[in-house]
């Protein structure tokens, strides 16, 4: 799923009664409706036997061919009809959708007559990776998720695919000014196990200096940490990316304050060439950030 370049429903509701989040990035569409998923796997069944009864049919005895030739095609044209009509079920008649309406600075929930507006501000949004079962049985290919909370930890809305990796960027591009001004500030903030500071990066609530951190990363499932002074593969400290809210701005501000912290080694002096005839002066050298002149 990805989002979808609609505003209709009245403006969204006149942008949840003027809240107004920004510019508008698009719609998702999650409809959880297992009218749905029984007219799909009707479809694929009568599909198959269909099928079946028709190829049947055509190399039995006359009378029985002609039956199951009949047979055969009217579960062919089912198998195209059945989904077709719970669609328009869905519609027309079924339960309202719940729409995700995603805004710069924040989403509008709609659910039929409910709206919830929120800034991301008041939100907090987990990323993370899962296999999903295929309907064929087997593991099918990893898929990126997104859970969109309040600070309470209610979920408010779940969606996977291209719409979930959209979701996360545009709430992350909200919160990384957000938090580097209030670290640039001296407080700190807050995602999960993780806690930052302008000197310390807090694990569960054990501090760790940024000079003994090497490094910060997000993989598919967990957020790592790695320490100075340890092999390259030693993980220090692991927590699920799907309980760290905000796991790339993590990973953003460590690398600032990793780098910031880095001890510099000492500087060493450029020497001279040795077919260099420069005149050497008895006084003090020229630096190059002091104003010539008198």
Known sequence: MRLSKELPESGV???ADRRDF???IGSAK???DRAACLGCLLSVLMFMVGAAVTAAGVTSAREVGTVGRFVGVGLLVLSVVVPLGTRVW????????TVFHCFEHGFVLTH????????WSEARVSSFREATYSPHGGVAEPVEWADVRTREGETLYA???????QIAATA???ELPRAAHRLARGGTVAYGSFALSTEELFLDGTPLPWREVRQVESGSQAVRVYRTGTPDRAVHFTAPRRQTPYDSVVVAL???YISTHRPRGPRTPHAQPPDCHCASTGGPPDRADEPSGR
Do not use: N
Not at 112 to 119: H, N, S
Not at 159 to 165: I, K, L, R, T
């Open 13 to 15: 509701r006149v942008m």
């Open 22 to 24: 920004g510019r508008f």
């Open 30 to 32: 999650c409809e959880h």
């Open 90 to 97: 869905q519609e027309w008649k079924g339960p309202p959708a």
């Open 112 to 119: 039929g007559p409910e709206v919830r507006a929120l800034p």
């Open 159 to 165: 969606v996977g695919g291209e719409a979930a990796e």
């Open 172 to 174: 992350a591009a909200d």
């Open 254 to 256: 460590s690398q600032t």
